[in-house]
């Protein structure tokens, strides 16, 4: 059962996302000494890591960070993933270099890349934050994509719809074996397909953020617009 968090102020949605993850890395941390911590890229979640920076209670010397997807771009770039990730999050706290696991998507061999990528993973996320496109995309699973239908690699490169189209995606058993998943959309152009996510039929091929159902969905009340009822 999917569960919403509607907020109408936006630094209020920060706060609640930011304390789940806080909570959740918390939790696992507790129950067995360590988290695997997967992140989503873009915009959307930027001003929750910030958030999550000020976090007293988690111990960054127990967390390995990962990345669900990532452009075909230096590690420096504007539009990298890890970039932002690492302005918003990973420079504010006390967490070990060799405890972050970038993507390395920039690679002439992006498949080799993919490879070695999925070796680094375990074989569940303890919390996996995504984040969600217009079009329903997840990480870097694309509508229609052929990823979609990938039940063997753990991560793959694909072509997205717009630059920078080269990237590298979890698949969905990465998504479906995390134990805790938790969805962030905002903005009014995200409106009716988070309806279509929630309320409409089942088909992950066509609306891959259906993936994440399970999870928490945090939502500003434009994202929310259209739904029709409230989980």
């Known amino acids: 059962m999917t569960r919403l968090i509607v907020s109408a102020d936006p630094m209020e949605l920060v706060r609640q996302a930011a304390a789940w993850l806080e909570s959740e890395i918390t939790r696992a941390i507790a129950a067995q000494g360590s988290c695997g911590l997967g992140l989503a890229g873009g915009k959307t979640p930027e001003p929750v890591y910030r958030e999550l920076a000020l976090a007293s209670s988690v111990d960054w010397t127990r967390v ?7 452009r075909s771009v230096p590690p420096d770039h504007p539009e990298s993933n890890y970039h932002m990730v690492h302005l918003a999050l990973l420079s504010r706290v006390a967490i070990p270099a060799g405890q972050v696991h970038r993507m390395e998507a920039e690679r002439p061999d992006r498949d080799a890349a993919a490879r070695d990528y999925e070796c680094l993973l375990p074989s569940q996320l303890d919390v996996l934050l995504l984040g969600m496109g ?6 870097s699973l694309f509508p229609g994509s052929a990823a979609l239908d990938e039940r063997h690699r753990l991560v793959v490169p694909v072509v997205g719809p717009k630059a920078p189209a080269e990237r590298l995606t979890v698949t969905p058993p990465v998504i479906e ?3 805790t998943v938790a969805v962030i959309a905002t903005g009014e152009d ?3 397909m988070v309806a279509r996510a929630i309320e409409g ?3 992950p091929k066509a609306v891959p ?8 969905w945090y939502l500003d009340q434009a994202a929310a617009g259209r739904l029709t009822g409230r989980s």
């Open 177 to 179: 074996a995390a134990r």
């Open 134 to 139: 217009p079009d329903g995309h997840t990480a």
């Open 209 to 216: 953020v259906q993936l994440a159902l399970r999870g928490v």
């Open 64 to 70: 390995d960070v990962f990345f669900g997807d990532e």
């Open 201 to 203: 039929p089942l088909a």
């Open 190 to 192: 995200k409106a009716a």
